[in-house]
């Protein structure tokens, strides 16, 4: 087997150093264990907070372990009655490396539609088409006319999760890194505005854009970005807090709203979310993005870098923005 393994917590962006390549011996299967040669590797912002020990929703990556992450890959052997060789799977613990060895129970089946790349169901299709569905459609509720604002908006949640509210009748601004970016999102993507944040003050471009305030906010980014759109909420706004990546990189509390009183007197909504929480009703976005795909209303693009030994290298892209679309790994064959 090939796999990456964490050898400390990184300090700042992650460093080369910071992980190995090994070579090791796939172990042989248990009864109800499959062997699944991994095909994509699922890149995602909260991989740096794996690597690190601050306190979070999953236990941190262990020191000398395989570098946790989500794949999409086929069974090449199998001990279980539910899959055979050949299936498509999204095996439990499947790790940064070529072979996973899981059992029945942790893994999910990838059900294929003909037409639709096998990569989509890393990206709309999958976590990411979920994280926007329900963090949008359960905590921001959007109703028709009213405004959103989306952060990390080129990005692969983002961008999915500004199709959506259009397709539910709201107003979108997106803020995202450079003007190609904002380019797609609003002659392609159709957002009604999309803030540069990277070249414009973006207070000066909210005040603009949402002369009369902010109903909704999906907040991919926090940091003095996510301030600066808490500051112009609108009464019995909600805020779904999906990310804050501005921070991941950095050790120490991560960076939100400064006047937290706003919460008070605007009475507003700020439900943080982690997408697995949803797992369970995973079929009702599926079945939603899936219609909404085919009638050509969502649209998406997969960034798939060759070659699992570029998986860290890769990683930074997130940081930067030096990606386009969701960001995954090829790392065998289809
Ligand atoms: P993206 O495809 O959006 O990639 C990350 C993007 O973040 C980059 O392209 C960059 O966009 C932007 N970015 C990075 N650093 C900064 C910064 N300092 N300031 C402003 N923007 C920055 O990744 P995902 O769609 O996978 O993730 C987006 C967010 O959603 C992350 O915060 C992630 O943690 C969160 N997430 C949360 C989940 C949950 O369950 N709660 C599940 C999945 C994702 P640009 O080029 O525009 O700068």
Same mark, same amino acid.
């Given at each position: ?150 952060? #990390?908006? %080129?990005?692969?949640?983002?961008? !999915? ?6 397709? *539910?009748?709201?107003?979108?601004? @997106? +803020? ?108 009702? #976005?599926? %079945?939603?993005?899936?219609?909404? !795909? ?6 998406? *693009?997969?960034?798939?870098?060759? @070659? +699992? ?26």
């Amino acid at each position: 087997n090939r796999q990456w393994v964490l050898n400390n917590r990184p300090d700042g962006a992650v460093a080369a150093t910071d992980l190995t390549l090994k070579e090791a011996p796939v172990r042989p299967l248990a009864d109800g264990e499959i062997l699944v040669r991994n095909i994509y590797l699922s890149l995602d912002p909260t991989n740096r907070l794996w690597m690190s020990d601050r306190e979070q929703y999953l236990p941190p990556v262990g020191i000398g372990d395989v570098m946790r992450g989500g794949t999409i890959g086929v069974v090449e052997e199998s001990r279980s009655s539910r899959f055979a060789a050949g299936d498509i799977v999204m095996p439990g613990d499947a790790g940064w490396q070529l072979y996973t060895v899981t059992h029945e129970k942790m893994t999910s089946r990838v059900r294929t539609v003909p037409g639709v790349p096998l990569t989509a169901y890393m990206s709309v299709l999958g976590s990411t088409g979920m994280t926007a569905y329900f963090g949008l459609l359960d905590i921001c509720d959007p109703k028709e006319g009213e405004t959103l604002v989306v952060s #990390a908006a %080129a990005g692969a949640v983002g961008s !999915i999760v500004g199709q959506i509210a259009k397709i *539910k009748g709201a107003r979108i601004v @997106g +803020i995202a890194g450079g003007e190609a970016k904002c380019r797609w999102l609003t002659n392609e993507l159709g957002f009604d505005a999309a803030i540069d944040y990277k070249n414009e003050d973006v207070g000066a471009a909210l005040d603009r854009h949402c002369p009369d305030a902010i109903d909704m906010n999906f907040e991919n980014v926090g940091g003095p970005i996510m301030d600066a759109v808490f500051s112009r909420m609108a009464k019995h706004g909600r805020m779904a807090l999906c990310g804050m990546i501005s921070g991941y990189n950095a050790d120490g509390p991560l960076a939100g709203p400064t006047d937290f009183g706003q919460v008070l007197m605007k009475r507003l909504t700020i439900r943080g979310f982690i997408v697995i929480d949803y797992f369970p009703r995973a079929r009702e #976005a599926i %079945a939603d993005l899936s219609q909404w !795909i085919a009638e050509g209303r969502i649209r998406w *693009k997969d960034h798939v870098v060759d @070659g +699992i030994e570029n998986a860290p290298s890769a990683l930074e892209r997130l940081f930067t923005g030096n990606h386009d679309g969701k960001l995954m790994v090829k790392i065998s064959p289809e």
